[in-house]
């Protein structure tokens, strides 16, 4: 399943699979963190939702970060609702592969949250990350407040041009303003705290990202 070569082209909305009305069920407390993964969250956090590929090993990066709330993986920015993971990867749901952090700017700033982003992947590759091919590995970043719409669009032009100068190709990311963010089924969630050895497709560039890029 890992390998194998999906759609790398965006279905329309109507072509989309139906989905259904009943959520994933998710139940267990975050496997690393001890933390709840489902709201609601401690008064005082942001969500922020990010797309690196396969989503196992980009949630390690974010729960590894001090002072994250939580963190979940899930699916976003396509139209199914309620999606099961072979729906997604069937490149017919129009998700990617998310990973939603739960922070408190007051502890670890979005700015933090960004530079892993970046850094963690390559976000050059359009329709895919390494060996990982199709628009549900598409790298994508889906703000939740103004002021974190402001800083993506700020970094992503910042990083595209250290990027540039290292000789990468341009930025492909998708960047929108977050809609539901759809959970995967549990044994998704922090899958590579319970399976140590499993499949990491996560690789970044090389190219560090400049810090400092909110916008107040």
């Known amino acids: 399943m890992l390998f194998t070569r999906k ?3 965006m279905l329309a909305p109507e072509d989309t699979l139906p989905g259904r009305e009943t959520p994933i069920p998710v139940v267990e407390p975050h496997v690393v963190l001890g933390t709840s993964i489902i709201p609601p969250f401690p008064a005082g956090t942001e969500n922020a939702i990010f797309g690196m590929g396969c989503f196992w090993g980009a949630e390690r990066l974010f729960w590894k970060l001090p002072d994250v709330y939580t963190t979940a993986v899930g699916y976003a920015g396509g139209t199914t609702p309620n999606p099961t993971y072979e729906e997604a990867c069937s490149g ?9 952090v ?3 700017p007051s502890l670890i700033s979005y700015d933090e949250l960004l530079k892993t982003f970046w850094e963690g992947h390559d976000p050059t590759q359009g329709m895919r990350q390494g060996n990982d091919v199709g628009s549900q590995y598409r790298s994508a970043v889906y703000w939740t407040t103004d002021a974190q719409r402001d800083a993506v669009l700020a970094s992503r032009d910042l990083y595209e041009q250290e990027l540039t100068r290292a000789r990468h190709g341009q930025i492909s990311t998708e960047t929108a303003q977050a809609g ?3 959970y995967a089924e549990n ?3 922090q899958y590579l ?9 996560i690789g ?3 190219v560090a990202c400049p810090i400092g890029l909110s916008v107040s």
């Open 193 to 201: 705290a319970r399976n140590p050895n499993g499949y990491c497709g």
């Open 92 to 100: 017919r749901t129009g998700h990617t592969e998310a990973v939603l």
């Open 180 to 182: 539901t963010f759809y």
């Open 187 to 189: 044994y998704h969630q």
């Open 102 to 104: 739960v922070f408190d």
């Open 204 to 206: 970044g560039t090389g």
């Open 7 to 9: 759609a790398t082209t």
